[in-house]
């Protein structure tokens, strides 16, 4: 679709006002997105929870490539659709238990004050949110920065100049997960044995 | 009404993580499965990952890239580590229930 729109773009020569396609596709991934997360949380087995995350996943990585993310929509699929999912799908097969009761219903005053809380905060959020209020396509593109716009080449020229100390820190902080992952999943007995 | 259908903006991105994200935290607090809990942070995350490449595109920087990169190196490493939580305390509870997760409690 992004092809598309860069034949169009350079067509007219001007900006890339999206098409009644991209408007589609947008509200299609939308719907797959919310409908996909609300079905993960009322969902009672957790295998279907996890398909249905797979697939708002999957639908937020859609987006992704609609805002000329195309780098970060192929690592979202990569590392969440691909290795996080199968590390829940994993837990499930060692701990497979339905739950008697999915929903945490006791004290349901403080959660009823807690659920207008959330309300109110998404209420406002969204206002502020919709008064940012650019047009996707207002903003001049030119060809050459819509194709380099959220390339491999870009995200990482810029991961490997100004955020290199992140960068390796963030490298860090997985290999201590790593550890600590084993540490923590090792057997009860073992730990205590030595 | 049909202008809010068609004239799509960069605010449509934005409501929308803001509904996803909302969706994450009501899975968060009212689900009593751990799992489920750990799945309604990483949609979180990713909502927080989707504004940031709204911004990202309105504009034209492409260090928020950088940024959502390194949020979702973070997701991964959260998702072991709590994973391995969950598995530990399913070890020694035989459950994985949040709500009767009340040691530190008293």
């Known amino acids: 679709m992004d092809s598309l729109l860069l034949a169009t773009a350079q067509a007219a020569n001007v900006t890339t006002a999206p098409g009644k396609a991209q408007v589609l596709f947008f509200w299609l991934f939308a719907l797959l997105a919310v409908g996909g997360s609300a079905f993960m949380i009322t969902r009672r087995n957790a295998v279907a929870a996890v398909m249905s995350l797979v697939g708002t996943i999957l639908a937020v990585a859609a987006l992704y490539v609609m805002l000329l993310a195309h780098f970060l929509a192929v690592i979202q699929v990569l590392v969440y659709a691909g290795a996080i999912m199968v590390l829940f799908i994993f837990v499930i097969m060692l701990l497979n238990k339905e739950e008697d009761e999915p929903w945490a219903l006791r004290g349901l005053l403080g959660k009823g004050v807690a659920g207008l809380g959330l309300a109110y905060l998404v209420a406002r959020m969204v206002s502020v949110l919709w008064s940012v209020g650019t047009r996707v396509g207002e903003e001049p593109w030119s060809v050459e920065q819509m194709q380099s716009f959220g390339s491999t080449r870009d995200v990482g020229r810029v991961l490997f100049s100004t955020y290199l100390f992140p960068f390796e820190a963030v490298s860090i902080v997985l290999l201590i997960a790593v550890v600590g992952a084993l540490v923590l999943a090792r057997p009860m007995a073992k730990r205590e044995g030595k | ?106």
Do not use: P
Request: glycine share 4%; charged share 15%; proline share 0%.
């Open chain 2, 1 to 106: 009404m049909t202008d809010l259908f068609w004239d799509l903006s960069i605010s449509h991105f934005l409501a929308l993580a803001a509904v996803l994200f909302a969706i994450g935290v009501v899975g968060a607090l009212m689900r009593k499965n751990a799992l489920i809990v750990l799945m309604s942070v990483e949609l979180m995350l990713n909502s927080a990952n989707l504004t940031l490449l709204a911004f990202a595109r309105q504009h034209h920087d492409v260090k928020a890239h950088a940024l959502a990169m390194l949020v979702i190196a973070v997701a991964a490493a959260e998702a072991a580590i709590g994973l391995a939580i969950v598995v530990g305390v399913f070890r020694s509870t035989r459950h994985a229930n949040v709500d009767r997760l009340t040691t530190l409690r008293h």
